[in-house]
T-cell receptor, first 114, second 113 residues
Framework: KAGVTQTPRYLIKTRGQQVTLSCSPI?????VSWYQQTPGQGLQFLFE???????NKGNFPGRFSGRQFSNSRSEMNVSTLELGDSALYLC?????????????FGEGSWLTVV | AQSVAQPEDQVNVAEGNPLTVKCTYS??????LFWYVQYPNRGLQFLLK??????LVKGSYGFEAEFNKSQTSFHLKKPSALVSDSALYFC???????????FGKGTRLHILP
């Protein structure tokens, strides 16, 4: 079974631009969540989607948004990029909802803002 | 609100020796605890989890973790370290009442040949 697939793996953007990252979950998984990883802040939860509905949201500004499609694939968008948005963005999927469920991560998308 | 702490930024262990990576947590309800490993330039890989039952949980690559409710700890252990175990390890907690997963800051494990 294929794992969580994220595209693109690496990208460089200019401050002020916007970026869209894509995530395909493990087949059969309906929950997708996104995380930002930086050396200073560690792993921070961005948001979680289940059946196209946002279930949880972390403490990030409104420039960060996401959506989930009917096939469970998800995208996240960051508008008006700032230098501090440079990070590894990780997508994870799980078969369902609930605190007992294991989440499985993709390889991540490395975003550099210059 | 739940929280998780990994008190050591880095742990150095000689190859063949036992290793321990520490994790303590705080939740208001029943804790669900997870360990993940991250190799350079990769995503996180699931190692093991504690949901309920036996306090000693066995996971991938020979790792195990012991849940201690009284000490609110969930330390990761391995009897004999390998150089290939060198990586960044994350402990995470979820609370039944709040599905958000909270990760520790991570502990960098160096296994010395």
């Amino acid at each position: 079974k294929a794992g969580v697939t994220q595209t693109p793996r690496y990208l460089i953007k200019t401050r002020g631009q916007q970026v869209t990252l894509s995530c395909s979950p493990i087949s059969g998984h309906r929950s997708v969540s996104w995380y930002q990883q930086t050396p200073g802040q560690g792993l921070q939860f961005l948001f979680e989607y289940f059946s196209e509905t946002q279930r949880n949201k972390g403490n990030f500004p409104g420039r960060f948004s996401g959506r989930q499609f009917s096939n469970s694939r998800s995208e996240m968008n960051v508008s008006t990029l700032e230098l501090g948005d440079s990070a590894l963005y990780l997508c994870a999927s799980s078969p369902g909802q609930g605190a007992r469920v294991t989440i499985y991560f993709g390889e991540g998308s490395w975003l550099t803002v210059v | 609100a739940q929280s998780v702490a990994q008190p050591e930024d880095q742990v150095n262990v000689a190859e063949g020796n036992p290793l321990t990576v520490k994790c303590t947590y705080s939740v208001s309800g029943n804790p669900y605890l997870f360990w993940y490993v991250q190799y350079p330039n990769r995503g996180l890989q699931f190692l093991l989890k504690y949901i309920t039952g036996d306090n000693l949980v066995k996971g991938s690559y020979g790792f195990e973790a012991e849940f201690n409710k009284s000490q609110t700890s969930f330390h990761l252990k391995k009897p004999s370290a390998l150089v290939s175990d060198s990586a960044l390890y994350f402990c995470a907690v979820r609370d039944e009442g709040d599905d958000k997963i909270i990760f520790g800051k991570g502990t960098r494990l160096h296994i010395l040949p």
